[in-house]
């Protein structure tokens, strides 16, 4: 690597040279020049030569980077495969039991319960209903990430699946009136979690923060470990040192 730098090196100052004696200057002028020019302004003048020439290779050949690229991703892929083979196609019967068994109980309420039973319930049926979905659309992109080799990024995804859980457990667990208020809030522009100030739990609690962390608490099946995993996908998902540990192999 520095051979192919120092040879960057000097091709860059025999250019430099060229430039100055097209220019007209002389030989004693030249020798001064290289005197004065300090090794800042040359790796300068490299990084920009050699970017603009990358740029125009890469653009000349991008079909053939990108079919490079492409095989390359697909080796790494079924070496995945090879290794947690098993453990990819139990997630992928998961999935499908998870997204089958939420059409057939949709059918089967759509068909068997009258609209006066429904009634009561519907609101809670229908945040349920859609935190299912969301929550099966992020185990598929967990599993999308784990083949790619992006281990971090799914376990980020599976900090909101988890906290998707939850809030499903606290809005069965407090009923309809609470699943009223986050339908309500979904439409609005509000982050917080208001939504959960009318619940059972907030108001047997002596005045708790509105946060994730109180819903986590109190939504029944949470436990040590579980919490534990939570706190570790928050580090890295946002801008923790936590994350060095994952990127100093680079």
Same mark, same amino acid.
């Given at each position: 690597?520095?051979? !192919?730098?120092?040879?960057?090196?000097?091709?860059?100052? =025999?250019?430099? @040279?060229?430039? /100055?004696?097209?220019?007209?200057?002389?030989?004693?002028? @030249?020798?001064?020049?290289?005197? =004065?020019?300090?090794? *800042?302004?040359?790796?300068?003048?490299? @990084?920009?030569?050699?970017?603009?020439?990358?740029?125009?290779?890469?653009?000349?050949?991008?079909?053939?980077?990108?079919?490079?690229?492409?095989k390359?991703?697909?080796?790494?892929?079924?070496?995945?495969?090879?290794? /947690?083979?098993?453990?990819?196609?139990? !997630? =992928?019967?998961?999935?499908? +039991?998870?997204?089958?068994?939420?059409?057939?109980?949709?059918?089967?309420?759509? =068909?068997?319960?009258?609209?006066?039973?429904?009634?009561?319930?519907?609101?809670?049926y229908?945040?349920?209903?859609?935190?299912?979905?969301?929550?099966?659309?992020?185990?598929?992109?967990?599993?999308?990430?784990?083949?790619?080799?992006?281990?971090?990024?799914?376990?980020?995804?599976?900090?909101?699946?988890?906290?998707?859980?939850?809030?499903?457990?606290?809005?069965?667990?407090?009923?309809?009136?609470?699943?009223?208020?986050?339908?309500?809030? @979904?439409?609005? *522009?509000?982050? !917080?979690?208001?939504?959960?100030?009318?619940?059972?739990?907030?108001?047997?609690?002596?005045?708790?923060? +509105?946060?994730?962390?109180?819903i986590?608490?109190?939504?029944?099946?949470?436990?040590?470990? +579980? *919490?534990?995993?939570?706190?570790?996908?928050?580090?890295?998902?946002?801008?923790?040192?936590?994350?060095?540990?994952?990127?100093?192999? /680079?």
């Open positions: 690597m520095e051979d !192919s730098l120092m040879d960057i090196y000097d091709k860059t100052l =025999e250019e430099l @040279v060229d430039k /100055w004696i097209l220019q007209g200057l002389s030989d004693e002028e @030249v020798n001064q020049k290289i005197e =004065e020019f300090d090794s *800042e302004k040359v790796l300068s003048f490299i @990084v920009e030569t050699s970017s603009k020439d990358m740029f125009k290779f890469a653009k000349k050949n991008r079909k053939r980077i990108a079919k490079t690229s492409e390359s991703n697909k080796e790494f892929i079924a070496h995945q495969d090879k290794l /947690w083979g098993k453990c990819f196609e139990a !997630s =992928e019967v998961m999935y499908t +039991l998870a997204i089958e068994a939420a059409e057939l109980y949709g059918k089967y309420v759509e =068909e068997n319960v009258s609209a006066d039973q429904k009634e009561p319930k519907k609101f809670t229908l945040a349920l209903q859609h935190i299912h979905g969301r929550v099966c659309q992020q185990f598929a992109e967990v599993l999308c990430l784990l083949r790619g080799g992006f281990a971090d990024a799914a376990h980020a995804r599976w900090r909101s699946m988890y906290e998707l859980c939850c809030t499903a457990e606290f809005i069965k667990r407090n009923g309809e009136d609470i699943a009223i208020k986050y339908i309500e809030q @979904v439409e609005t *522009e509000d982050k !917080s979690y208001a939504w959960i100030k009318e619940s059972k739990a907030y108001k047997s609690a002596s005045k708790p923060r +509105l946060t994730f962390d109180f986590q608490k109190t939504c029944g099946f949470v436990n040590d470990d +579980l *919490e534990r995993q939570y706190n570790l996908a928050c580090f890295v998902h946002h801008a923790s040192p936590r994350n060095f540990q994952a990127t100093k192999q /680079w």
